[in-house]
């Protein structure tokens, strides 16, 4: 599995990582006991697996398109821990509630439900961010792009999905992969987990009313996560002194 972790070093294996559902999409994860990813195509920016939807041109002058590109599958995480802009972004309705793994837990948490090929299928890796003129030269570099769409290891593959602009480099972005190879069909794909073990803590919205914290909080309990479950204090104004000389 050691290949499989993509533009990370070994300490960025088991750094935290984390990410913000709604309150009603994390109590469907543990009534479930599944993740989602969906296809890249559903992504918002238009530049998201511009390699794929690009066309290639090969030395004779004729043009292709990738075939694969629907194969694949990925869900967003980010090395950030809080910030007043994730909130806002993935949070709008003030319901949000941020968990907590590692790039090595989640990996392994796809990878232990996929066949002998899953070496070839599932990775996790750190975005990588260009201008767009970098981003358009990379497309330009003829021995990059044929070590990666023609990479039999699948590694070259999802590397082409750890690409942004550098407008989004806030996002300190981290992407689950799997390479379906052509079994699924639709544009998400759900695998199975164990929240209990997966998520290491659970963290509410600092916008959230106490009393619906607290309601939410209890819920979690009757299911039995037993890991930390706490309200941001992100907007709490700490308690500050001064000194003056008289």
Excluded at 100 to 115: H, S, W
Aim: proline share 4%.
């Amino acid at each position: 599995m050691i290949r499989n972790f993509l533009n990370m070093t070994e300490k960025m294996k088991d750094r935290p990582i984390y990410r913000v559902f709604s309150v009603n999409r994390l109590h469907e994860i543990f009534d479930e006991k599944k993740l989602t990813l969906v296809r890249p195509k559903l992504w918002d920016d238009p530049f998201e697996n511009f390699i794929m939807n690009s066309t290639g041109e090969l030395k004779d002058g004729r043009y292709f398109t990738i075939d694969f590109r629907n194969n694949f599958y990925a869900q967003c995480w980010t090395y950030t821990r809080e910030s007043d802009a994730i909130w806002r972004i993935y949070s709008p309705n003030k319901d949000g509630v941020r968990v907590t793994t590692t790039p090595r837990k989640l990996l392994k948490a796809l990878y232990d439900q996929q066949d002998k090929f899953r070496d070839l299928h599932c990775f996790v890796g750190k975005v990588q961010y260009y201008t767009t003129k970098g981003l358009k030269n990379l497309l330009t570099d003829s021995n990059t792009m044929s070590s990666w769409l023609l990479d039999s290891t699948g590694a070259g593959h999802a590397q082409t999905l750890l690409f942004k602009r550098t407008p989004f480099k806030h996002e300190n972005e981290v992407r689950l992969i799997y390479n379906s190879n052509g079994k699924t069909n639709g544009d998400l794909y759900k695998f199975d987990i164990d929240p209990y073990d997966l998520f290491d803590d659970i963290v509410f919205d600092p916008r959230m009313k106490y009393d619906n914290f607290k309601q939410e909080k209890e819920k979690l309990k009757l299911v039995g996560f037993k890991k930390r479950i706490v309200k941001s204090n992100l907007y709490k104004t700490p308690s500050l002194t001064f000194k003056i000389d008289k």
